[in-house]
Nanobody, 122 residues
Framework: VQLQAWGGLVQPGGSLRLSCAAS????????IGWFRQAPGKEREWVSC?????????YYADSVKGRFTISRDNAKSTVYLQMNSLNAEDTAVYYC????????????????WGQGTLVTVSS
């Protein structure tokens, strides 16, 4: 089981789409979440999308209205579209597979991607 994500550098006010490619399991059956860890801070939950049965989406208040999570099961990929980025969004972003629960806590996830750095800077 692997989860891989790719990030990058973006200017304040800009947009970036993160991709999380899953392998070794059927993405359709699992909810996927995104977390981030800013320098000097604890890792925090950002968003999650339920399994394909409903594909319901959930967001932290800090990103609601700016970030959009989606999935393409045919490509075994989950995306995080991030708009109106600011310096506070600078962090290492992680995607993870939900094992149980509602998906708001790290302990509910069983497999994690390696993390990808998103830097918002001019």
């Amino acid at each position: 089981v692997q989860l891989q994500a790719w990030g990058g550098l973006v200017q304040p006010g800009g947009s970036l789409r993160l991709s999380c490619a899953a392998s070794g399991f059927f993405l359709d059956y699992y909810a996927i979440g995104w977390f981030r860890q800013a320098p000097g801070k604890e890792r925090e939950w950002v968003s999650c999308i339920s399994s394909s049965d409903s594909s319901s989406t959930y967001y932290a208040d800090s990103v609601k209205g700016r970030f959009t999570i989606s999935r393409d099961n045919a490509k075994s990929t989950v995306y995080l579209q991030m708009n109106s980025l600011n310096a506070e969004d600078t962090a290492v972003y992680y995607c993870a597979r939900l094992a149980y629960g509602l998906g708001f806590r790290e302990s509910e996830y069983d497999y994690w991607g390696q993390g990808t750095l998103v830097t918002v800077s001019s």
